[in-house]
């Protein structure tokens, strides 16, 4: 089992902090301020979730961003999209750390301080998911990088919004709203920035007071589906994705 102390200050871009009651806050960023996604990250939170998750004294868990938002920009550092062997790193990071979020036992809150342009699936395997007015949805970067939505997105959204609209939200990169969100499933609550993170403590405190035993078997049973959906399509998908950056590396050179 993993210690909070060890791994606490472990991560660069994860800010941790635990009351006493076992609430553990996970603040992504990038020096202090807005996440900026790159291969660095991609490796880093698959241990971050890992370690989370082997800590029994984890009872409750938020995720949230920093500054204006969870996260909007990708930055090409740590990754290579065009070897295999580079690519197989991406391809088992992707698998992992999906699943090590699921391995979280306990309930998960999202709380979205800002729009999410990418990996929202984070955010979806989170069991509550409150948001700020200003949270935006988007998956932007992987048909801007002419890439296939492989690594999750193309599971999870169909998933949560259904196969009409969660296709048509990946293709078009189509932009949807706190308000559409919250209509259409995705969104449980649309909070004032300014008491989001208050609201998510409220709930959270109200989780944590569940008995430990009830709490994480009840993670484990609302999360089966979740856990067979990433399993049976996510390797598949992260394939395809890598077929297509491989395209994208020979025309480019062409």
């Known amino acids: 089992m993993a210690q909070f102390d060890a791994y606490k200050d472990a991560f ?3 800010r941790l902090t635990r009351s ?3 609430v553990l806050e996970i603040a992504l960023h990038s020096n202090g301020d807005t996440l900026v996604f790159d291969g660095y990250t991609h490796e880093q ?4 979730f890992d ?3 082997r800590d029994s004294a984890n009872r409750v868990v938020i995720l949230t961003g920093t500054g204006d938002a969870v996260m909007e920009e990708i930055a090409p550092g740590g990754f290579d999209f065009f070897t295999p062997t580079g690519y197989d ?5 992707g698998k992992k750390v999906l699943m090590n979020i699921l391995d979280i036992e306990v309930p998960m809150i ?3 301080n800002g729009p999410i342009r990418l990996h929202s699936e984070y955010a979806l395997l989170c069991d509550i998911v409150i948001a700020s007015p200003d949270t935006v949805f988007q998956d932007r970067p992987h048909l801007q990088l002419g890439i296939v939505p492989g690594d999750g997105m193309h599971v999870i959204w169909p998933e949560v919004i259904g196969s009409i609209r969660g296709r ?6 189509q932009e949807l709203d706190a308000e559409t969100a ?3 499933g995705v969104v449980n609550e649309i909070v004032a920035k300014p008491e989001l993170m208050n609201r998510a403590r409220t709930i959270a405190a109200t989780l944590a007071a569940i008995p430990p035993l009830t709490s994480h078997l009840t993670r484990v049973a609302l999360t089966q589906r979740l856990r067979r959906l990433i399993e049976e399509g996510v390797g598949y998908g992260l394939a395809l994705e890598g077929i297509s950056a491989a395209e994208v590396a020979r025309s480019s050179k062409a």
Do not use: C, H, Q, S
């Open 12 to 14: 660069p871009n994860a």
């Open 20 to 22: 006493t009651a076992g």
């Open 45 to 48: 939170f698959v241990d971050l």
């Open 51 to 53: 370690a989370v998750g």
């Open 89 to 93: 790193k991406i391809y088992r990071e």
């Open 110 to 112: 999202a709380a979205l």
């Open 168 to 173: 048509y939200f990946l293709l078009t990169r």
């Open 182 to 184: 919250k209509e259409w």
